[in-house]
């Protein structure tokens, strides 16, 4: 499980989010608003907020999960839905889960699971596990044919192990020094 280093002025900038924080409610509670056309997301917090309080820091955590898994089923999830069309797969459910082992994963029922945690990667690398998963559908291993069958999606031979190690690097050079596990 992933933990954000939260503070009053995190924020994200990735290609399918601007995420913030605002301390302006008069309540004890959170709202998030979403602006599509920008991307932008702002999770409204109480005045009354402590970010250097545990007890509220750790409530901001999940709420914070939450946040993110809508904001995967808002953007993501019909991206996914636009390549299976594209491509012709077809899949039967789709999950969002806090999983920071698996950025996505496919079933033998064919129901697609996707981290949350996608929201935090460049689009490309999100498409990359879209397809991914996708292929997973006729193929449920890592055999060459289940690459061939990515390679399709993503530009032709070699195209898939290399997003694939490219993703890999991003996580581990850009990503993870911005959260702790």
Request: aromatic share 12%.
């Amino acid at each position: 499980m992933f933990l954000l280093n939260l503070s009053e002025d995190f924020q994200i900038e990735t290609d399918l989010l601007r995420f913030r924080f605002e301390q302006n409610l008069p309540c004890d509670e959170a709202q998030m608003s979403y602006n599509a056309e920008t991307h932008e997301c702002v999770l409204h917090l109480s005045q009354r907020f402590d970010f250097y309080n545990t007890k509220d820091v750790a409530w901001l955590q999940i709420v914070v999960r939450e946040v993110f898994r809508k904001l995967t089923k808002i953007i993501i999830v019909p991206r996914l839905v636009a390549f299976a069309k594209e491509y012709g797969y077809q899949f039967r459910r789709v999950f969002v889960k806090d999983v920071s082992s698996r950025w996505g994963s496919c079933s033998e029922k064919g129901n697609i699971n996707l981290s949350l945690w996608l929201m935090l990667l460049p689009l490309p690398y999100v498409d990359y596990v879209l397809k991914h998963e996708l292929a997973h559908l006729r193929e449920l291993n890592h055999s060459p044919r289940f690459w061939a069958e990515v390679d399709k999606m993503t530009g032709g031979p070699g195209t898939a192990k290399a997003l694939s190690k490219a993703k890999n690097n991003y996580i581990h050079t850009k990503l993870l020094p911005l959260i702790h596990s």
